[in-house]
């Protein structure tokens, strides 16, 4: 098999479930994993008579995220009705926008491999509800779930920019840290937050002339990984099709595969792309909205810096490493934490030590926020003030951090009842090396013998000093003056 | 029964000159006895409405505060939702349902104290003229017991016609207020679209359909508008306090309007029948004599509104209606074969023909192709009428013109020709596409002693004028007061 020379073209549909307490046109709370049908009213179970009412928060989460995502809002935006039949679907239509969605024309910004950016434009983003669930576990019979019906999604649509399953992680990466970090959904893939539907094809180049392989809408993704390992999949198969069949894009002929996480390919679902006529139109039961300026300012003022932006500062500003920088940001919380303690006047590297090292760890381990630990600010960067100035050594830092979660007491009282201090002042520490030098002849001569095994017994006398004081002897102190002594 | 007006019963509840129990169990007794002829009502309520009336008895002897509607017996068309009995639409698809909740007016009615006797008999879904489109019941006009009542709110308007209830609530989508009113020889009312909560009716046309009061007399149907206006936050159409404060419609309505303007289009009366056009005409002369005066105008797309009406109306029926599956309440056909046939056999079994009829319409005017040609075009239609209304009604305080171009046909004699049936409602369907509000109150009989309706329009919001205008005419003629003489 020749190699062919081939463009990978991929365009995602991600539907985002926006975190507002209650469902799009009712008063229903929204749950998770809730007894079936036990979230539910007339409006949402589309029981006759029933009208919708708009959420507003819903929709200034839309905006919000449609702001972050560079889009144009709309300045009339309306309800239209999607028609058509199936179980999970109360009303058999979708309250949905066809033509005149709630942002346009944005784009999001993602960070590539190589460190360089990529810019993937966004078509649309538009408000719709969810439906609800079927249910096929009960043998003979379906059932239906509609805690789920009336769910406000917003569902975003970019141009089929991506040309590898790699940037297609990264955007939906990227999405969702700045939904979270908007606070516009909790963006939990595996509680169906965040719904990607990748459509892939590719463009290849044979003998001079192009050939664009049909598109292939890819569902049942439930993680970044079956997100990444589909398009992958997918690459290969309609290479491979193509090399079979030659078969290449034509009207109709768009088909539907579902991933099978557990086999790690894809199956088909639908063969053509069924002519669906929706037959939208607007909801008679609805009024057009219509954002003026001072509601727009309103939710402009709560943008903040988005999470690829804070990331490329802490690099340039901070001076940390990539990989920290991303660790930092990857969170709102984490990131707003690091920066108030650094704002505190703290030595922005071992702040970040302290937090990548010590508290991501401890905060996963109870289950929170680094934030959320209990810990101020303040006192953490007096902790890092304290690594950096001698006072306690790295490893003590993560003793102190420890206790601090638990106690209101500051990081240096800590040290201190924990006899964790390091001895920093050369005089004490003089009169303990000249004890540890008298009692190890041996190793000084060793030391002074050269060679070898003067590099080991510098490390044992060194070993020693710890020794004696409880290993709260400055290190870099204590070899300065033990150097010293051993060169007289 | 003394066939006193709601207005006139409530006073003497409220004074104790009668107790509540005893005019429900006058109603009952009549019921007893006229309703195997006339056949107004889909269910009553005998026990649960003689308890509302002990207990309005027990608060007024206690000497509470009473509502509007004290102990007065009323109806409600069966599309409205209510907690007790069913809200069947008069469809076989509804025959057993119970809603979980009761409609706004409902609960108006309830909060005012009224006592609700039954629910009446409508065409399906509201769809007709004569409500010979009943999947359940056949209602008989009580002028002529060979005559439909009109409809779709027939059940309603005969009840309040043969004496089996005080007052009623209708629906008008297309004239389902004013032309059965007009052919039973009653008051109706259609407001203000928005004027009026929506919520808990029983949607056919969303954009048209608005619920209003069905009555004796013109007193009565303002002092019904008091106690169901108003906005409610669960209808997003309903107009707010402050666009349309809802007035006390029996403060001024004594007033005569001074210098009133009338506005008549001769040549759309022409349309009628003699008899219609001659009783339109006597009217117009009473008004001049008190001081009006006529003023021609003119109405260019008023020969379109049927046609758009029918796109309208049919395109947001063939949606509303779709949740009429079988799958989550309502009818469901035994033995599907598969879920697809739960849909296909559950509708083809449980809706009438005329209702199939508009869905087929409605779905066409939707689909893909035609959207542009038929339900795009309807709605430019529907604009062009709202501005002739606007234009006219620069130049006239409201406009007269026939209900009905005939008073109460035979049963069966049009049922064959659905385009025949379309047409009775000429002279209403224009103001459910403008918006406005319409009221059809008795003027005169043919000479077969069929009433004859006169329909009064005016600008939007403008009830409070509109029901000065009618009581004008009311207080100087007596067609009102006359009642059918059914076999007692």
Known sequence: MSKLDYKVLVGLEIHVQLYTRTKMFCGCALGFAEEPNSRVCPVCLGMPGSLPVMNKQAVEYSILAGLALNCQIAGFTKWDRKSYYYPDLPKNYQIS????????????????????????????????????????????????????????????VTEPDMESAAEVRALAEELQRIVRYLGVSEADMQKGHMRFEPNVNLIITRAGQQFKTPIVEVKNLNSFRALENSINYEIERQLERFLETGETMEMGNKSTRGWDDAKEVTVLQREKEEAHDYRYFPDPDLVPVQPDEKWLIAIKNQLCELPLKRCLRYIKEYGLSDYDAGVLTETRATADFFEEAVKCNGDAKRICNLITQTGLKIANEKGCKVSELGIPPLQLAVLAQMVKEGLISATASVTVFEKMTQSKSTPQQIAESLNLLQKSDAGELEGIIDEVLKNNQQAVEDFKSGGKKSGKARGFLLGQVMQKTKGTANPKVAGEILDRKLSQ | MDFLSAKQLRDRIKNRQVSSVEATKAVFERIAKIEPIVGAFISTFEEQAIQKAADVDKRIAAGQKMGQLAGVPVAVKDNMCTTFGTTTCASKILANFHAPYNATVVEKLLAADAVIVGKTNLDEFAMGSSTENSGLKRTVNPWDTTRVPGGSSGGSTAAVAAGLCYAALGSDTGGSIRQPASLCGVVGLKPTYGRVSRYGLVAYGSSLDQIGPITQTVEDCALMLS??????????????????????????????????????????????????????????????NSGASLIEIDMPHFDYAIAAYYMVATAEASSNLA????????????????????????????????????????????????????????????????????????????????????????????????????????????????????????????????PIGLQILSPAFGEEKLLRIANMYEKQTTWHKKRPTLNE
Do not use: W
């Open chain 2, 323 to 450: 949740r009429y599956d079988g799958v989550h309440y309502g009818y469901r056909t035994p033995n599907p074969g598969d879920y697809i046939e739960v849909y296909t056999k559950s509708r083809a079994e449980g809706f009438g023909e005329e209702v199939k009829r508009r869905i087929m319409l409605g779905t066409y005017a939707l689909s893909s192709g035609y959207y542009d040609a038929y339900y795009l075009k309807a709605l430019k239609v529907r604009n062009l009428i709202r501005g002739d209304f606007v234009k006219a009604f620069d130049k006239c305080d409201c406009i007269m013109m026939p209900v009905s171009p005939t008073t109460a046909f035979k049963i069966g004699e049009k049922t064959d020709d659905p385009l025949k049936m379309y047409l009775s409602d000429i002279y209403t369907i224009a103001a459910n596409l403008a918006g406005i509000p319409g009221i059809s109150i008795p003027c005169g009989f043919d000479d077969k002693n069929l």
């Open chain 1, 97 to 156: 926008q066809y033509d005149l969605p709630l942002a346009l024309n944005g784009n999001i910004e993602i960070s590539l491999a190589d460190g360089s950016l990529k810019k993937i434009r966004i078509r649309r983003a538009h408000l719709e509800e969810d439906a609800g669930k079927n249910l096929h576990t009960a043998g003979n019979f379906s059932q239906v779930d509609l805690n789920r019906a009336g769910t406000p999604l917003l569902e975003i």
């Open chain 2, 227 to 288: 106690v169901i206006a108003g906005h409610d936050p669960a209808d997003s159409t309903s107009v707010d306090e402050k666009t349309a404060p809802v007035a006390d419609f029996l403060a001024q309505l004594d007033e005569p309007v001074k210098g009133l303007k009338i506005g008549i289009a001769p040549t759309l009366n022409a349309g009628a029948d003699e008899q219609v056009r001659k009783s339109i005409d006597e009217a117009l002369k009473i008004y001049k």
